[in-house]
């Protein structure tokens, strides 16, 4: 879910989407352990304990993606995180969406500049940001 599909279809809003991705990550969470995910993940382990409680902590994409790492169905973190930016710029060319479109269509208060960062991995995109993103290209694709 995290990765794989930039439908979007399924979603209802970039909060539903988010959602989505947070009961994915809270389900490897739970299945790794607490405190297995924190040795892992260097991730504090409140935050995990509120994902896995169903809060929605702050988390990057970075984050989420090391999470994913933690089910061994799932490749490294890096290579996620890599596959989401693939991911985001294959569907902004499908959907014919430019940085400056996204900023201005999304929640989030970002200039064109700081999506083109976060779209291409020079600075760290917040899981919300991803959502928004995310959901923007899939109504866009339709």
Do not use: C, F, W
């Amino acid at each position: 879910m995290l990765y794989r599909d930039l439908d979007g279809s399924e979603a209802e809003s970039p909060a539903d989407l988010r959602a989505q991705y947070e009961a994915e990550l809270a389900d490897v969470v739970d299945a790794a352990g607490i405190e297995t995910a924190t040795e892992e993940t260097g991730i504090e382990s409140e935050r995990l304990r509120a994902l896995v409680e169903g809060d929605s902590p702050e988390l990057t994409v970075e984050e989420a993606s090391a999470i994913l790492a933690l089910d061994p169905e799932e490749p490294d973190a890096e290579i996620v995180r890599a596959e989401i930016e693939d991911r985001l710029l294959l569907g902004m060319t499908t959907a014919v969406l430019d940085v400056e479109t996204i900023a201005a269509n999304i929640e989030s208060d970002l200039s064109g500049k700081e999506v083109h960062q976060r779209v291409e991995g020079r600075a760290p995109m917040s899981l919300e940001e991803y959502a928004e993103i995310h959901y923007l290209i899939g109504e866009r694709k339709h």
